[in-house]
């Protein structure tokens, strides 16, 4: 799960109908006008939850499979757009609720996975790839950046398969319905809030 959330962090704060072995990707409008993509018949679905003044929204994001398999491979695609540079200190406030028979419970922040407070992502960065470093695949091969400032653009990572080992996810977070709700700020000015909604099934 902790590549999940690196890759909404990453990508989940920067359309058109897809279809993708058979499942249909609607876009839609909220009230504020935000797009959103919910995929038919199957539990995985998101939303931009911001204003319509938010610089920073996810303009797609596909994930597969669903449910997704843990330990297993899963294939990610997201295009975010900004239009503001992305300056530190940026901070991602993440809240994960489990549905259990309706209820959601709301997951603690265990091994940093959960409801976690990450109080400076350029940091965090820095710390996972250390400045001068060349940014890892695929993000290198795509000529996405991994290290503050994101300058103002758009930003695409077509469809890459992700390997996620048992060992990262605590245990309990394995298998499930769960929904996150992400919200990116800069010095408390929210730049975007992302709502995602995903299942998870232990092999």
Known sequence: ?????VFLIYFGF???????????????TSNDNNPRMILDQTSFSWANCGSRESPAVLKSLSIQPDPISIPGYLKA????????NLTAPLTVNVTLDLEIAGVLLRMPCVQEIGSCVYDDVCRILDLVIPPGQQCPEPLYGYGLPCHCPFKAGEYALPKTPFYIPA???PFGLTRGNFKAMAILT??????????????????
């Open 1 to 5: 799960m902790k590549v999940i959330f």
């Open 14 to 28: 920067g359309s058109t109908s897809q279809a993708d072995r058979g499942r249909t990707f609607h876009s839609q």
């Open 77 to 84: 695609s997201a295009a975010v757009s900004t239009t503001v």
């Open 167 to 169: 060992a990262e996810i």
């Open 186 to 203: 800069r010095n408390q000015e929210e730049l975007a809030c992302l709502k995602v909604s995903f299942s998870l099934k232990s092999e």
